[in-house]
C-alpha cells in the first residue's frame, strides 16, 4: 500500500499544534491570530499560578513568558521611539513649510538669547558647514538653554577643593583615599542632584546592567537546555527552547546596545556639566585665565597647557570614568549574581575556591600594575605641549617668518614630539609585561580552573551514584561552564579595571588640579602665588610654635596670614582715576617684598573731583549715544601723559588701574570709575579670531548686543570715517565689508589696528580711556588728528608713551624716573612746567656746546693711536 504524504503546510501545522499541546498542555482548534495570542498568555499565566501543575511544565512556562514579556517591551519600545520620531520630523516639515509661506527669510539669525533668570537660549547650527543648502541649514538650529551661573555653588565648591588640597581630612577619617576624596567632590559637578538627569542615566545603565546580567544568566541555561535536547533528540523541545532563544535574543542585543549608548551619553553629560563649570569660572569678571599665570601651580604642565587641559583632558577624564564605572558595576553585579547561582550547582566549596583564586590573582596583577596613572599623566603633558607648541606657531608664523626662524622652530618642534613618542612608547612599553602576566593569568588560568571546577561535581556525583547520566551532566556542565568563563570574564574585567582604575587617578589629579587653581584664582583672596615672605618670618616662627600645639589653628593661620598680603583698597564707581600712595610691585610669590617699580605713586585725573557727581555716572542713553555731531561728555575732558624709559613699570601702572595686578600696601587706594567708563586700549592691539570687520570696532561688546540696542552700521560708517579707515569699508559694496570674515589680526597694518582702537573707543564712549603706546605705529599727522578727537569728545584720558612730543596733547604730566621708582607730576601748560622743560632744554644745550671741545679731543686721541 502506498502511504500518501499530507501536504507540507498541513505536517507543519500539525507539529505546531503537537508542540502547544505536549510542551504546555494548550490544546488549539481552530484559532485567529489574535486569539491565539490571548489564549497562550492566559493558558502561560494559569500555568504559572496554578500548584497543581508539575514542576517541569510550570518552570517551562514561567521562561516562555518572561521571554515573550522582555520581548515585547523591547519591540515596544522601539516602535514607540521610532513613532515619535516620524511625528517631529513631520510637525518640523510642517512648520517649516508654513513658516517659509508667511515670512520671507532672514538674512541674519539670532546666535543667543538672555533670559530675565540670567539664563541663556543659545542657538546651534546642526548641520555642518558642508550641506549644502543654506536656507536649509538657517532652519535647523537646535536649542540649547545655559542655566544662569550660581556664584553660591562656587563660593561652597571653593572650600570643598581646597579641604581635599590641603588633605584637611586624613587625620580625622579612619580610611583615607585622596584619589576617593577628589572624585567625591568632582561628582558633585558631574551630578549636581539627586534628580538630576545624569542620575537618572545612571539608574538606568545599572537597571540595563542588572538586566543584562540576569539575560546571560537565562542564556545559559537554554544553552544547557538545547544541547541536552540535541543529545537527548528531542526535536520538540529543542524547537521550543530554539524560538525561545531566537525570543530572548531580542531585549539582550537591546540590552548591549542600550549600556554602551548610555555610556556615551553619560561621558557626554558628564563633559558638558564639566566645560561649563570651568567656563563660568575660567572667563568671568574676575579674569582668572589671566591671573591664572601667578598661581602658585602655573607652571604646572595643567595650568600651562590649559587648552589641552579644557578640551583633550577633560574628555578622557570622563570617558574614563564612564568606562571604568562601566567596566566595575558589570562585573560587580555579574560576580554577585553568578556566584549565587554556581554555589547551588557547585556548592560553597567551589564558590571559595573561585573567590581565593581571584583575590590572589588580583593581588599578584595589583602588585605588578605599572604606575599607569603617573604615565598617562606625563604622556597627556607632553601631548599638550607639542599641541600648544604648533598653536604658537601659526599665531606668529609672520614674524618666525621674517627672523627666518624655522631651523630653530623646527628643532624645538622635533624634540617635543619626540618626547610625546617617548612617552606614549613608555605606557606601551610598561605595559607589555603586565598584558602578558595579564593574559596568562585571567584568559588561560581562569579557564583551565573553570574546567576544573565545573567538573568537580559531575565527577563526585557520578562516583557517589555509580550511574553516568550523560544528558544531564552534558547540560550541567555547558550551564556550569559558560557561568564560569562569564565568572572569569567579569573577574578579569575587574581585574582590567585596576589598570583603568589606575590611569583614572591620573586623570582625576589632573583636573581635580586645574579645578583646585581656577577656585584659587577666582577668589577675591587670590595672593597671586604668594608664599609666606621673608618680613613674614616673625608670624611663621609663631606659627612653628603653635604646630606642636594645634595642626588645624596652624593652616588656618597660615592660610588667613597668605591671603591678607593684598592690603591695598579700591574703591569703584569714582568718577574719575585716582591712584594714592599706591607701590607697583611686580605680582610675585615674594608678595609685597618682590620687585618694586614705582614707590607711592599718587595721581588724579581730572584733577577736581565732585564727590557727589561720584556715585551716579553710567552709560549714556541712547539717544546721546548715536548723536556723534556733539560733544559726548560735559566739562572740559582731562589727561596725563605718563613719561618713562623701557621697563619702568608704565604698562604696570595700567595693570594696576585695570585691577589686574595687586595693590600690595596697606594705604595704597586705587578709586576707579564704573565698569562701562573705563577703557584700556592695551599696547598689543587684540582682533577676535573669525570675526567680522563690525566685530572688531564694536569689541567687546557682541554682535547680538549691538542689534539688541538697536545701533545701525551708518554709525560704524561715520565713526570709520573719523578715525579715517573709511576707505576699508570701500572694499566692498555698500556696508557690506562690515559683514566681511577673516583674520583681522593679518589683515590689518600696524597703524590701521591702531586705529581700529580709536574706532572702539568712539563707539563705546568710555568716559576714561587708558592708552599705552596706542599710537606709536601712526603717522605724526594721524597722531595730531586721533589725539584732537579725543579734546573733541571731551574724554578724560591717561597715555602711557616714550614720546615728549605727545606732552602737546595732554594737561598732565607723570614722568617716571630711572632711580629707584621715584617720579614726578606737573602740570603742563603752567610757570612750573614751562620752566621745568626749559630747564631741561637749557641742560641739553649746554651739553650740546661742550660737542665741538669732545670732538677735538677725539681728533687727538686718534693722532695719538696711529702714532702708536
Ligand atoms: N607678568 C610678569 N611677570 C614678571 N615680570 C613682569 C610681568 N609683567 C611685567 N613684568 C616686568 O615688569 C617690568 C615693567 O613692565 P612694564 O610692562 O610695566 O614696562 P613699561 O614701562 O611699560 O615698558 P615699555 O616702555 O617697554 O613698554 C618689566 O621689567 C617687565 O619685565
Known amino acids: 500500500m502506498v502511504e500518501t504524504k499530507a501536504p507540507l503546510g498541513n505536517r507543519v501545522q500539525q507539529l505546531v499544534l503537537r508542540l502547544h499541546s505536549q510542551c504546555i498542555g494548550l490544546q488549539l482548534k481552530e484559532v485567529t491570530l489574535r486569539s491565539y495570542i490571548t489564549l497562550l498568555l492566559r493558558h502561560l499565566l494559569v500555568l504559572v499560578k496554578s500548584s497543581s501543575v508539575p514542576q517541569r511544565r510550570k518552570r517551562r512556562a514561567q521562561i516562555l513568558l518572561s521571554s515573550i514579556i522582555l520581548s515585547s517591551l523591547t519591540v515596544l519600545s522601539g516602535v514607540s521611539y521610532g513613532g515619535y520620531q516620524i511625528i517631529i520630523k513631520v510637525l518640523s516639515m510642517y512648520r517649516y513649510s508654513h513658516d517659509r509661506r508667511k515670512i520671507p527669510p532672514l538674512r541674519r539669525t539670532r546666535s543667543q538669547t538672555q533670559l530675565a533668570t540670567g539664563?541663556?537660549?543659545?542657538?546651534?547650527?546642526?548641520?555642518?558647514?558642508?550641506?549644502?543648502?543654506?536656507?536649509?541649514?538657517?532652519h535647523r538650529r537646535k536649542k540649547i538653554l545655559i542655566p544662569p551661573k550660581d556664584d553660591d555653588v562656587y563660593e561652597h565648591d571653593k572650600f570643598l577643593f581646597k579641604n581635599v588640597e590641603l588633605e584637611r581630612g586624613k587625620n580625622s577619617q579612619l580610611f583615607y583615599s585622596k584619589f576617593l576624596n577628589q572624585m567625591n567632590v568632582l561628582f558633585r559637578i558631574l551630578i549636581p542632584t539627586l534628580w538630576h538627569k545624569n542620575s537618572i542615566l545612571l539608574t538606568l545603565q545599572i537597571g540595563f546592567l542588572v538586566m543584562r546580567t540576569w539575560l546571560s544568566l537565562f542564556v545559559a541555561k537554554l544553552d544547557g537546555q538545547i544541547v541536552k535536547d540535541i543529545i537527548a533528540g528531542r526535536g520538540k523541545r529543542f524547537l521550543l527552547d530554539l524560538a525561545i532563544w531566537f525570543l530572548i535574543a531580542i531585549p539582550a542585543s537591546y540590552t548591549n546596545s542600550a549600556i554602551k549608548l548610555l555610556q556615551r551619553k553619560l561621558s557626554l553629560n558628564f563633559r558638558v556639566n564639566l566645560t561649563r563649570y570651568i567656563h563660568d569660572i575660567y572667563l568671568d569678571k574676575k579674569l582668572s585665565f589671566y591671573k591664572l599665570m601667578f598661581d602658585t601651580k602655573a607652571s604646572s604642565s595643567v595650568i600651562k597647557n590649559i587648552d589641552n587641559s579644557i578640551s583633550n583632558d577633560i574628555t578622557r577624564f570622563c570617558d574614563a570614568t564612564c568606562?571604568?564605572?562601566?567596566?566595575?558595576?558589570?562585573?560587580?553585579?555579574?560576580?554577585?549574581?553568578?556566584?549565587?547561582?554556581?554555589?547551588?550547582?557547585?556548592?560553597?566549596?567551589?564558590?571559595?575556591?573561585?573567590?581565593?583564586?581571584?583575590?590572589?590573582?588580583?593581588?599578584?596583577?595589583?602588585?605588578?600594575?605599572?604606575?599607569?596613572?603617573?604615565?598617562?599623566?606625563?604622556?597627556?603633558?607632553?601631548?599638550g605641549d607639542y599641541y600648544s607648541y604648533h598653536l604658537n606657531l601659526i599665531n606668529n608664523n609672520e614674524e618666525v617668518a621674517f627672523y627666518q626662524g624655522t631651523p630653530v622652530e623646527r628643532i624645538k618642534v622635533k624634540e617635543l614630539y619626540e618626547t610625546l613618542m617617548e612617552r606614549m612608547l613608555n605606557v606601551s612599553k610598561r605595559k607589555f609585561c603586565y598584558n602578558i602576566l595579564q593574559d596568562y593569568i585571567l584568559k588561560y588560568t581562569w579557564s583551565g580552573l573553570g574546567y576544573v571546577f565545573a567538573s568537580i561535581p559531575i565527577v563526585l556525583t557520578t562516583i557517589s551514584s555509580g550511574v553516568n547520566a550523560e544528558q544531564t551532566n552534558m547540560r550541567d556542565f555547558i550551564v556550569n561552564k559558560r557561568l564560569m568563563l562569564s565568572l572569569a570574564d567579569a573577574g578579569s574585567r575587574l581585574m582590567h579595571s585596576i589598570k583603568d582604575i589606575s590611569q583614572l587617578t591620573g586623570y582625576t589629579n589632573r583636573i581635580f588640579s586645574l579645578l583646585a587653581a581656577l577656585h584659587r584664582v577666582h577668589s577675591n583672596k587670590f595672593n597671586y602665588g604668594a608664599v609666606a615672605s621673608v618680613s613674614n618670618k616673625q608670624l611663621i616662627t609663631n606659627e612653628l610654635a603653635v604646630k606642636k600645639t594645634d595642626d588645624t589653628l596652624k593652616i588656618g593661620k597660615y592660610q588667613s596670614q597668605k591671603e591678607d598680603i593684598i592690603r591695598g583698597t579700591v574703591q569703584r564707581n569714582f568718577n574719575g582715576i585716582r591712584l594714592e600712595n599706591i607701590d607697583v610691585i611686580i605680582p610675585s610669590n615674594q608678595a609685597g617684598d618682590g620687585i618694586?617699580?614705582?614707590?607711592?605713586?599718587?595721581?588724579?585725573?581730572?584733577?577736581?573731583?565732585d564727590p557727589i557727581s561720584s556715585k551716579a555716572e553710567s552709560m549714556l542713553d541712547i539717544k546721546e549715544m548715536n548723536d556723534t555731531t556733539f560733544p559726548f561728555f560735559q566739562g572740559p575732558g582731562s589727561s596725563l601723559l605718563i613719561l618713562g624709559p623701557n621697563s619702568c613699570g608704565k604698562t604696570s601702572i595700567q595693570r594696576i588701574i585695570a585691577e589686574i595686578w595687586p595693590i600690595y600696601n596697606k594705604n595704597g587706594l586705587l578709586s576707579i570709575p564704573a565698569e562701562d567708563n573705563l577703557f584700556c586700549v592695551p599696547q598689543k592691539p587684540y582682533f577676535t579670531r573669525g570675526g567680522t570687520l563690525r566685530d572688531q570696532i564694536i569689541y567687546p561688546m557682541s554682535s547680538d548686543e549691538f542689534y539688541d540696542r538697536g545701533i545701525k552700521d551708518a554709525q560704524l560708517v561715520q565713526i570709520m570715517a573719523e578715525v579715517h579707515l573709511d576707505y576699508l569699508l570701500k572694499r566692498g559694496t555698500g556696508f557690506s565689508y562690515l559683514d566681511n570674515v577673516a583674520d583681522w589680526k593679518d589683515v590689518l597694518s600696524g597703524g590701521e589696528k591702531q586705529r581700529m582702537n580709536f574706532a572702539r573707543i568712539l563707539f563705546h564712549k568710555p568716559r576714561f580711556v587708558v592708552l599705552d603706546e596706542a599710537t606709536n605705529a601712526i603717522s605724526a599727522d594721524m597722531e595730531d588728528h586721533l589725539f584732537n578727537i579725543l579734546k573733541k569728545y571731551r574724554f578724560n584720558f591717561i597715555t602711557i608713551s616714550q614720546r615728549p612730543a605727545l606732552i602737546e596733547y595732554h594737561d598732565l604730566l607723570l614722568e617716571i624716573l630711572e632711580e629707584g621708582g621715584s617720579w614726578r607730576l606737573q602740570t603742563l601748560g603752567t610757570d612750573e612746567a614751562i620752566t621745568s622743560i626749559d630747564n631741561e632744554i637749557d641742560s641739553l644745550e649746554k651739553k650740546l656746546a661742550n660737542v665741538s671741545q669732545w670732538e677735538l679731543e677725539r681728533e687727538k686721541l686718534k693722532t695719538v693711536l696711529s702714532v702708536v
Open 596 to 609: 618694586k617699580l614705582i614707590r607711592k605713586l599718587t595721581f588724579q585725573i581730572p584733577t577736581f573731583v
Open 323 to 383: 568606562s571604568v564605572f562601566a567596566n566595575i558595576a558589570k562585573p560587580v553585579i555579574d560576580l554577585i549574581f553568578f556566584s549565587v547561582y554556581l554555589r547551588d550547582n557547585l556548592g560553597s566549596f567551589g564558590v571559595a575556591g573561585i573567590f581565593f583564586n581571584y583575590f590572589v590573582t588580583g593581588y599578584i596583577l595589583r602588585r605588578y600594575t605599572p604606575p599607569l596613572g603617573k604615565l598617562a599623566s606625563a604622556s597627556s603633558a607632553a601631548d
Open 119 to 138: 539664563a541663556r537660549i543659545m542657538y546651534i547650527s546642526e548641520k555642518s558647514s558642508l550641506d549644502s543648502n543654506e536656507l536649509d541649514k538657517d
